[in-house]
T-cell receptor, first 114, second 114 residues
Framework: QQQVKQSPQSLIVQKGGISIINCAYE??????FPWYQQFPGKGPALLIA?????SEKKEGRFTISFNKSAKQFSLHIMDSQPGDSATYFC?????????????FGQGTTLQVKP | DTAVSQTPKYLVTQMGNDKSIKCEQN?????MYWYKQDSKKFLKIMFS???????INETVPNRFSPKSPDKAHLNLHINSLELGDSAVYFC?????????????FGQGTRLTVV
């Protein structure tokens, strides 16, 4: 119930292509869904986040699509660049628990080839 | 100015030793966390403190003891280190109850137990 399942584990995309990472959850109490980006040797940094009252959120080349009925959400990176090569984590949390606890997916290592 | 800083960045120690990791945040957040990232990059919460009070303790062995002297600091002490404790430990902070619940992560402490 507390799990967030993320796929694929790794992804190779050509420069300029679209990278798509998918996540699924079971707990319907989750109400905050962030995506974090992590470069080697660094901590995760928030990339973009969405709440379940909207189906899509776009920030620059990054878009989250959210399907509440399917309990799935995905990250789309348009015009992928070599600088986007990193590990991406989806996460979920429950605002009502008032703990800020993030449940992370397993991570996706993205490599963008020049 | 670093938002969430933790020291040391690297820690190599022998089995059975006791070690501490320190964390400080200058964001004015009221909640701090310790997350563990294993060799497969999976991130899992260990502890959370809100206004110096423990609010999350995720079935972590008693050898791990967090201490929060004030809202801006959260330290992690580990007794009798074991090989399986080798991982990257991340400190994070956030502001609970606000519209933006973004968690900011430190750079991590890579602990290697030999």
């Amino acid at each position: 119930q507390q799990q967030v399942k993320q796929s694929p584990q790794s992804l190779i995309v050509q420069k300029g292509g679209i990278s798509i990472i998918n996540c699924a959850y079971e707990n319907t109490a989750f109400d905050y869904f962030p995506w974090y980006q992590q470069f080697p040797g660094k901590g995760p940094a928030l990339l973009i986040a969405i709440r379940p009252d909207v189906s899509e959120k776009k920030e620059g080349r990054f878009t989250i699509s959210f399907n509440k009925s399917a309990k799935q959400f995905s990250l789309h990176i348009m015009d992928s660049q070599p600088g986007d090569s990193a590990t991406y984590f989806c996460a979920a949390s429950t605002g009502s628990s008032n703990t800020g606890k993030l449940i992370f997916g397993q991570g996706t290592t993205l490599q963008v080839k020049p | 100015d670093t938002a969430v800083s933790q020291t040391p960045k690297y820690l190599v120690t022998q089995m059975g030793n006791d070690k501490s990791i320190k964390c400080e945040q200058n964001l004015g957040h009221d909640t701090m966390y310790w997350y563990k990232q294993d060799s497969k990059k999976f991130l899992k919460i260990m502890f959370s403190y809100n206004n110096k009070e423990l609010i999350i303790n995720e079935t972590v062995p008693n050898r791990f003891s967090p201490k929060s002297p004030d809202k801006a600091h959260l330290n992690l002490h580990i007794n009798s280190l074991e090989l399986g404790d080798s991982a990257v430990y991340f400190c994070a902070s956030s502001l609970l109850g606000g519209a933006n619940t973004e968690a900011f992560f430190g750079q991590g402490t890579r602990l290697t137990v030999v």
